[in-house]
């Protein structure tokens, strides 16, 4: 799985196949194209307190209370140990191509860690991308930074079927987008039938009237064991 270089991104864009808007021509390198920060940042509201244990901390499985805040032109101070979520002011992506985010080498030089773990996007994803971002010291961000860049993956064109591309909750996503790990798919965190089945034989109780004695082991007191 090859990626796209400048030529075939600038080319690929012109045809319609790949969305970059705004499109920049002076953003575009080698193999990505830069993209830059929206100025609005959310934060996840954690309160610890004997009155409010639900705020104490985040929970997978439910909506989570955030607080969206503006970027001032003359910037930001980030503090480590929190999570910032952003987003890129451009919409990046293709029904063609695998599009993928990584943090920019400047940015990391200054401890700006912008993805976790959330890097690898989805054919058919064409939406501003959020940004987890994390600073290892207190750094100034400013609103429009190039803090980022995308870049494309080819795939198999005979296997690029419409519908199985990205549809998910994700997918008309606009400005910084919270977890929204609770819609997802109950069957996702339910044990499979045939499992369930497994743990039934295994958690009912013993019937002694179904085995032999010979497969019951005794305890002798007077053995000692291993």
């Not at 200054?110 to 993805?115: A, D, E, K, P, T």
């Not at 995308?150 to 519908?163: C, E, G, I, M, R």
Request: glycine share 8%; charged share 20%.
């Amino acid at each position: 799985m090859s990626i796209l270089l400048r030529a075939e991104i600038e080319k690929e864009y012109e045809r319609g196949a790949i969305i970059l808007n705004p499109y920049i021509p002076e953003n575009l390198g080698p193999n990505s194209y830069d993209v830059t920060l929206h100025n609005t940042l959310t934060v996840y509201v954690i309160k610890s307190s004997k009155f409010s244990p639900r705020h104490s901390y985040l929970d997978s499985r439910g909506e989570n209370v955030t607080k969206t805040f503006t970027i001032p032109p003359d910037g930001f101070i980030l503090k480590p140990g929190i999570l910032y979520i952003g987003c890129t002011v451009e919409e990046a992506g293709s029904d063609y191509y695998i599009p993928m985010y990584e943090g920019r080498s400047s940015m990391a030089r200054l401890g700006i860690q912008s993805h976790i773990s959330a890097g690898y996007g989805d054919i058919g994803f064409k939406k501003q991308w959020t940004l987890e971002i994390t600073v290892t010291h207190p750094v100034k961000i400013y609103p429009g930074m190039a803090i980022g860049q995308v870049y494309f993956h080819h795939v198999n064109p005979a296997y690029n079927l419409p519908q199985y591309r990205y549809n998910g909750k994700y997918v008309n996503q606009s400005g910084p987008t919270p977890s929204l790990s609770y819609m997802d798919n109950d069957k996702k965190n339910s044990v499979p039938t045939d499992m369930e089945e497994v743990l039934m034989q295994i958690l009912r109780p013993h019937d002694a009237s179904s085995s032999s004695e010979e497969h019951s082991p005794t305890f002798d007191p007077n053995v000692n064991g291993c």
